[in-house]
Nanobody, 120 residues
Framework: VQLVESGGGLVQAGGSLRLSCAAT????????MGWYRRPPGKQRELVAD???????NYADSVKGRFTISRDNAKNTVYLQMNSLKPEDTAVYYC???????????????WGQGTQVTVSS
C-alpha cells in the first residue's frame, strides 16, 4: 500500500494550488484521510481531514481558504488551496487510515511529502 502525492510547487502569494493523494495497492477500505504540513523549522501540524462520510475538519489558519475533498471510488483525497500566503510554505503530507484485506483494524499510512512554497 502506498500514498502517492502530487500537485506541490512554487506559487506567488494569493495564488492557488491543488494537491492530490491516491491510496494504491491491496486495500479493503479507507477511513479518514487528511493533510498535514511541516513548515520550515517547525513541527508537523494538521491542515485538514475528512471522514469516509465526508465530514471535514480544518485548522483555524486555513479555514475559508483551503478545501479538502475525496473521491471514495478512487481512494483519493484532494486539498484545494486558495489565497495562499507565505506562511503556508511547508512540506505537505497525506495521511490515511487504511483497512487491509483479512485485517480487522485500520493501519495509518503517510505519503512521501510534497513541497509547497509561497513567495511574497
Amino acid at each position: 500500500v502506498q500514498l502517492v502525492e502530487s500537485g506541490g510547487g512554487l506559487v506567488q502569494a494569493g495564488g492557488s494550488l491543488r494537491l492530490s493523494c491516491a491510496a494504491t495497492g491491496s486495500i479493503r477500505g479507507v477511513n479518514a484521510m487528511g493533510w498535514y504540513r511541516r513548515p520550515p523549522g517547525k513541527q508537523r501540524e494538521l491542515v485538514a481531514d475528512i471522514t469516509s462520510g465526508g465530514s471535514t475538519n480544518y485548522a483555524d489558519s486555513v479555514k475559508g481558504r483551503f478545501t479538502i475533498s475525496r473521491d471514495n471510488a478512487k481512494n483519493t483525497v484532494y486539498l484545494q488551496m486558495n489565497s495562499l500566503k507565505p506562511e503556508d510554505t511547508a512540506v505537505y503530507y497525506c495521511n490515511a487510515a487504511i483497512l487491509l484485506p483479512a485485517e480487522l483494524y485500520e493501519y495509518d499510512y503517510w505519503g512521501q511529502g510534497t513541497q509547497v512554497t509561497v513567495s511574497s
